[in-house]
């Protein structure tokens, strides 16, 4: 079998490297790593193939940043906390990528996160890079473009990578999947608290932040308490770890260092103890697992078989004229 009968050897990764984008993204020039990455985002195969070349040789070069997920329903402030909270880190030496992971982003056409013109301040400076959520047609296609995406900016030399998502769906799950610490933003109000609760997110976060403190700060504070009562209900991921609430006001750029500092002590604490690496570790054996799982669902939809008879078996399913379970065997049968 020759080298572009398969795409999927190291040969054809080995040919298809382009050394001038890994050396522009290692030299940490932008046209390089906004060439790179709009490579992953495309859906053309060749182009696939490049990119997996691309990310191959940078792997090495990754894995150094802190990767901050960030939650919250739209209007709690997430822009604007991450405008001021990336300038802080600026101002820290360091620099910082900011993504967005956005599902809805290929229903509207456009995307509502990472838009630029919502960080006026920090896509203007040199130390930050700001990419909107990539489009594509399934949020497992968004997570895995922006997955790469992290790894790409990481080689890149950002020493934050910051990754927003909107309170709706599944897209929290995601990012909390592919972030070492997930950070849910909260508004000061009663009741607010058990909605994320029963939605499941709470479960999730590592850190909880109340918003908009500024307004008023008693209510912040009650909503502080409540919220840190109904976490004692929940079970803890770590036995190392009391998930922090904390109030903020992202508008006046109080609580940022605050906030900053519980994410280092996350770090450190579960750096010690060896749950950070190991949390690395089963968020890449699950990528890879809903990689293959994506694949093989792929592959199936693809096979002639299965699209020339799912239509009628699918119907009589429906119709109770068949179970579902003999139709999915007689379907997967088509793949030996
Ligand atoms: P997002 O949709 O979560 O990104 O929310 P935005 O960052 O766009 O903020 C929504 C609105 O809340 C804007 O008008 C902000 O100016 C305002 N806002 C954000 N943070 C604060 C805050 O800490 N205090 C106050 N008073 N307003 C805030």
Redesign the pocket.
């Known amino acids: 079998m020759t080298v572009s009968e398969n795409p999927f050897s190291q040969a054809a990764l080995n040919e298809a490297i382009d050394h001038e984008l890994v050396d522009g993204v290692l030299a940490r020039k932008l046209r390089p790593l906004a060439k790179t990455i709009t490579l992953i985002e495309s859906q053309r195969e060749d182009h696939k193939l490049r990119a997996r070349a691309v990310l191959e040789a940078l792997l090495p070069h990754t894995g150094k940043a802190i990767r901050v997920g960030i939650s919250?329903v739209?209007?709690?402030?997430?822009?604007?906390?991450i405008e001021c909270l990336g300038m802080y880190l600026i101002e820290q030496g360091m620099r910082v990528a900011v993504l967005a992971v956005d599902p809805s982003s290929s229903v509207s056409g456009g995307s509502i996160l990472g838009d630029k013109t919502?960080m006026e301040h920090l896509s203007q400076n040199p130390a930050a890079y700001i990419r909107p959520s990539p489009s594509a047609c399934s949020l497992g296609g968004v997570a895995e473009k922006t997955r790469e995406t992290m790894l790409v900016c990481e080689a890149a030399g950002y020493d934050v990578i910051i990754v927003e998502t909107v309170g709706v769906g599944q897209s929290e799950t995601a990012v909390a999947g592919m972030t070492d610490i997930f950070c849910l933003l909260q508004l000061p109000n009663a009741g607010d608290d058990l909605q994320a609760i029963k939605k499941g997110i709470m479960e999730i976060a590592d850190l909880i932040v109340i918003?908009?403190a500024?307004?008023d700060p008693a209510a912040a504070m009650r909503a502080k308490s409540q919220i840190k009562t109904a976490l004692h209900m929940l079970r803890p991921m770590s036995q190392n770890w009391t998930v922090p609430v904390i109030t903020l006001?992202?508008?006046?750029r109080e609580g940022v260092a605050e906030f900053w500092e519980q994410v280092v002590r996350y770090r450190d604490t579960l750096s010690r103890s060896g749950e950070f690496e190991a949390k690395r570790r089963h968020q890449a054996l699950a990528w890879m697992w809903d990689m293959i799982d994506a694949g093989l669902r792929s592959r199936f939809r693809s096979h002639p078989r299965v699209k020339g008879e799912l239509p009628q078996l699918a119907s009589a399913v429906e119709q109770g004229a068949t179970t579902p379970s003999a139709a999915a065997l007689r379907l997967l049968g088509y793949l030996n």
């Open positions: 919250g739209p209007g709690v402030g997430k822009s604007t906390f919502r918003n908009k500024d307004i006001s992202a508008l006046k």
